[in-house]
């Protein structure tokens, strides 16, 4: 099984810091990135598949960038709402395995 | 709109079996392949595994072998997840999750999701 690993595992940021969660899968998996917003009592949603292309409607302020093994997540001026946990997702083979999540969590 | 909706929350037995439903609409649902994935209380997202609603092929996650099935049933645009000989362990939300539109066949669609308590 491919294993994700993130870092940091949690945040305290402001809002408008810069943000960047890291991603690293333990072989390569190209491009097979996703980037998830998960919410307490909601669906995960999808922000960024295939490492950097952002979903309709999500904000620009969100980025995404790497390939191979290390992938970045980036918040460029993070918002009141963008407080909440993300993971990383390889699709490239299944288990289709998420990283343990990163918190932003307010100071 | 697409839409994947869930049946509703179940509290279960230590030992005992749990079915849940997740019924497509909106969409072309043999088309697309529906994923399992879980979601501990405070804990992370985990992959289950998935069901090719077409064929009812199916690849579950090792982790679950023997202990999950899952199924479909075409004619009203279900399916369903079979997870038997439960423990606290499996106390979790339950989320089936397809790839529509997304690159890289990630999930870009989401139901509710079904809250299982496990729990004597």
């Known amino acids: 099984d491919i294993q994700m690993t993130q870092f940091p595992s949690s945040l305290s940021p402001s809002v408008g810091d810069r943000v960047n969660i890291t991603c690293r899968a333990s072989q390569t998996i190209y491009i097979y990135l996703n980037w998830y917003q998960g919410k307490p009592g909601k669906a995960p949603k999808l922000l960024i598949s295939a490492a950097s292309r952002l979903q309709n409607g999500v904000p620009s302020r969100f980025s995404g960038s790497g390939s191979g093994t290390d992938f970045t997540l980036s918040i460029s001026s993070l918002q009141p709402e963008d407080f909440a946990t993300f993971y990383c997702q390889q699709s490239y083979s299944p288990p289709y395995t998420f990283g343990q999540g990163t918190k932003l969590e307010m100071k | 709109q697409v839409q994947l909706v869930h049946s509703g929350a179940e509290v279960k037995k230590p030992g005992a079996s749990v079915k849940v439903s997740c019924k497509g609409s909106?969409?072309?649902?043999?088309?697309?392949?529906m994923n399992w994935v879980r979601q501990a209380p405070g804990q992370g997202l985990e992959w289950m595994g998935w069901?090719?609603?077409?064929?009812?092929?199916?690849l579950y996650a090792q982790k679950f072998h023997g202990r999950v099935t899952m199924t479909r049933e075409t004619s009203i645009s279900t399916v369903y997840m079979e997870l038997s000989s439960l423990s606290s362990d499996d106390t979790a939300v339950y989320y089936c999750?397809?790839?529509?539109?997304?690159?890289?066949?990630?999930?870009?669609?989401w139901g509710q999701g079904t809250m299982v308590t496990v729990s004597s």
């Open positions: 999750a397809l790839s529509l539109r997304a690159a890289a066949d990630a999930f870009d669609i």
């Open positions: 909106g969409y072309t649902f043999s088309a697309h392949y």
């Open positions: 069901i090719n609603p077409s064929s009812g092929d199916t």
